[in-house]
């Protein structure tokens, strides 16, 4: 209870410069910083005179010597920007701590100044640490620029299937922790004591010993505490904009300003939260920080930061201001269109998504199979996704794996095997199909085909083949040929200009609509964004996403106007791809509060 009672002095003696700075602080870094991250890694792009980039040259592009030497500046800055905010919030709270007064811009000058020594060689292994350890002490209410880990769904859904990626997944967040807590109190010596990195761990290090459970069970239930008070204001709000009045149906304009005024309300709370959760984690450590040196009879510094004459300080303050307005006013325009689309909201689009079934309906029916492209029909699939491969005798078996041991309990390579000894295996007692069998079974119910090469290193004349049974059928306008293999698909456009090819690939950055003699470019979701779709579309090529199973991907690939979703769930995206997009969201959410409230 004593503790509770110094977290509070601690974070109200000097209230209002925390919740100024950080407030300025948060707008200055998703309105300004972030974009300008953003902006330079495209920057690094086309500098390394990369067009684009894609799986293919993704490794040239990270090993290019200007890639390395920018990045490692950007990663400098980042982490700079970061300790900027921590330092200061330190330095404040220290100020409340000895109960003197502090002025904002001295504080921020001090952690400059206090800061900038990072850019020293020695300080490399502190970057790593603030960008991708710090961001667990608070589960992404952190000021760092890295404050979550984003894996593409492919990664995800591998990682959940396998319980080896898992344990190593929760393995290395275990390693994280235990460095976390011995390392607890390093930004407090660094900042309060002027110490280095390596001198600031030992210090942290002799001040944890002993308290590493007591001090990790707080750092668990302040974090509960936060998401609590987070998710509790959150729903309060929207259940009060709810009770207002629940806006008909009818009267769409009504509606999609009751939905846009949540939308700010939720940001705006966000942004505020932010603006003091920050303060308030760095106040609990503070005072287990204060509370051991005294235990320990160590002395406690307290730096004191030169204040700013009062002309060069009029200029520092015109200079915030005008980066929060600047900040305020990106952010917002980032807002509108993250949250409107394209000026759209509630108006029915003209677009409308395509879905594909991934390997057929590979959930309740063997993938890859005639069964699976039959129960791909039933729901309503557009289109069906399959793999092609070549047989020791050169004709052309569908299947995804070079072994097909996962699907037919056989181990054989498929470029090992005859036609015949292909179809005497079974994959869950459906036999595997030939590309000739999937194009009957698409004429025959007039569902179209995208038609993936797997080119495994073995095969003599695979696109050949493959073009030469699409021919056969005159079933060019009804299919697809994609690849990973961007080779593969030139030798397809060179055999047969008719056939519409797509590219398919798992990284996408730059100018990826410069990628040629192709007509789709099919990319993993997690590095899709709007204006790449924009780009791509002008210059009349199409935009696939693949392997989208993820209700939130699904509804934001719609609101990016992808043209056509693969998918394992085909039901849910036909079901999604046929609401409205923004506003149905939020309608959900209002909805659901309100059938709580009755």
Same mark, same amino acid.
């Given at each position: ?299 406690? &510094?307290?730096?004191?930061? &030169? ?182 698909? &030139? ?103 309100? &059938?709580?409230?009755?």
């Amino acid at each position: 209870m004593r503790n509770i009672k110094k977290v509070w002095s601690l974070l109200t003696y000097h209230w209002k410069e925390l919740f100024l700075f950080e407030l300025i602080y948060k707008v200055i870094c998703y309105g300004v910083a972030v974009p300008l991250v953003r902006l330079s890694i495209s920057g690094i792009i086309w500098v390394t005179g990369f067009r684009y980039i894609t799986k293919a040259n993704l490794w040239a592009f990270l090993l290019h010597p200007v890639t390395i030497l920018l990045a490692l500046v950007l990663l400098f800055l980042m982490t700079w920007f970061s300790m900027i905010d921590i330092s200061t919030v330190i330095y404040i709270l220290d100020r409340a701590y000895q109960k003197k007064g502090v002025s904002i811009l001295a504080a921020v000058r001090f952690s400059i100044a206090n800061t900038k020594k990072i850019f020293h060689p020695r300080y490399l292994a502190l970057v790593g640490y603030v960008l991708f350890m710090v961001p667990f002490i608070h589960l992404g209410l952190s000021t760092g620029m890295i404050n979550s880990i984003v894996r593409p769904e492919y990664i995800a859904e591998r990682v959940n299937d396998h319980w080896y990626f898992m344990l190593l997944l929760y393995g290395g967040m275990a390693v994280i922790v235990f460095f976390l807590l011995r390392w607890l109190f390093l930004f407090h010596s660094f900042t309060l004591e002027g110490t280095n990195f390596h001198d600031s761990k030992v210090v942290s290090i002799r001040l944890v010993k002993g308290y590493r459970l007591k001090f990790l069970l707080v750092l668990v239930i302040l974090e509960l505490v936060l998401s609590f008070l987070y998710w509790l204001v959150s729903l309060g709000g929207v259940a009060i904009i709810t009770l207002i009045g629940n806006i008909p149906s009818a009267h769409p304009v009504a509606g999609s300003i009751l939905y846009s005024v949540i939308l700010v309300f939720l940001s705006v709370i966000m942004i505020l939260f932010l603006a003091m959760a920050f303060p308030f984690i760095y106040s609990v450590i503070s005072v287990l920080y204060y509370s051991r040196k005294e235990s320990l009879g160590e002395e406690i &510094k307290h730096p004191e930061a &030169k204040e700013i004459p009062k002309k060069p300080a009029r200029r520092f303050r015109a200079l915030v201001l005008v980066a929060f307005f600047v900040a305020v006013g990106v952010g917002s325009v980032f807002l509108y269109g993250v949250t409107r689309g394209k000026y759209d909201l509630l108006i029915e689009n003209v677009h409308s998504v395509q879905v594909t079934a991934h390997r057929g309906i590979s959930e309740g029916y063997p993938e890859n199979t005639i069964a699976s492209f039959r129960g791909a029909y039933e729901d309503g699939a557009d289109w069906i996704e399959l793999d092609v491969q070549q047989l020791k005798d050169g004709n052309l078996i569908i299947c995804h794996d070079k072994n097909v041991k996962r699907v037919t309990g056989v181990n054989r390579n498929v470029w090992d095997m005859t036609l015949e000894e292909a179809k005497s295996l079974d994959v869950d007692g459906e036999p595997m199909p030939t590309l000739d069998e999937a194009i009957e079974f698409a004429i025959e119910t007039g569902i179209r085909l995208n038609i993936e090469i797997k080119p495994t290193g073995h095969e003599t004349n695979l696109e050949e083949e493959v073009v030469a049974s699409i021919e056969k059928y005159l079933f060019q306008p009804n299919c697809v040929v994609s690849s990973f293999n961007h080779n593969s698909l &030139k030798k397809v456009k060179e055999l047969d200009p008719m056939i519409t090819t797509g590219y398919i690939t798992d990284v996408a950055a730059g100018q990826m609509e410069e990628i040629e003699q192709v007509d789709i470019i099919a990319i993993e979701p997690t590095f899709v964004t709007e204006s790449m779709v924009s780009a791509i579309h002008n210059e009349g090529m199409q935009v696939w996403v693949w392997t989208v199973n993820n209700e939130d991907n699904i509804i934001r690939m719609i609101d990016h106007d992808v043209d056509n979703i693969i998918t394992d769930r085909v039901p849910l995206v036909k079901e999604l791809a046929n609401e409205s997009r923004t506003g149905n969201a939020v309608a959900e959410v209002v909805e659901g509060v309100g &059938k709580l409230l009755k």
